[in-house]
């Protein structure tokens, strides 16, 4: 018995602006999104916990970004028999599949900062030069 030949065009291709991977991955890899991936990856957090953890983030915001996360799969929200009610929130199985993937990022960006620091100390003086100059050429016309 032969294999099936998958059809090709029923496969995910996130560089075409007609397939729905690429709506996931502005989902995932938006500021927000990757942060709350990588705080929920060290374990559940309650709203405002994991507001803390996030910090700068809005209120409205965290809350737009985790209901995202949620429709896509990757968090789940339960809801917390107490009085008053509270909400908790943890990664799918999915969700850490992709928190993995954001954990790793975030440890290559933080090791990585003084390489980065160091690359845009040099274009900045190499381009303070430019930007001074063609601020002079506006400034003569």
Do not use: K
């Amino acid at each position: 018995m032969s294999t099936p030949v998958p059809d090709p065009s029923l496969e995910a291709d996130v560089f075409s602006r007609a397939c729905s991977s690429r709506d996931v991955l502005l989902d995932l890899t938006g500021r927000w999104s990757m942060l709350a991936l990588g705080a929920l990856a060290e374990g559940d957090f309650r709203f405002n916990a994991l507001r803390r953890r996030v910090d700068g983030v809005s209120e409205r915001m965290l809350s737009h970004t985790l209901q995202r996360l949620e429709r896509d799969g990757f968090v789940t929200r339960t809801v917390l028999q107490s009085i008053p009610p509270r909400v908790e929130y943890s990664l799918t199985d999915l969700g850490r599949a992709m928190a993995e993937r954001v954990g790793a990022l975030i440890e290559l960006t933080e090791s990585s900062l003084p390489q980065v620091e160091s690359a845009r100390e040099r274009y900045d003086a190499a381009h303070a030069h430019s930007a001074h100059a063609h601020s002079e050429r506006v400034a003569d016309q």
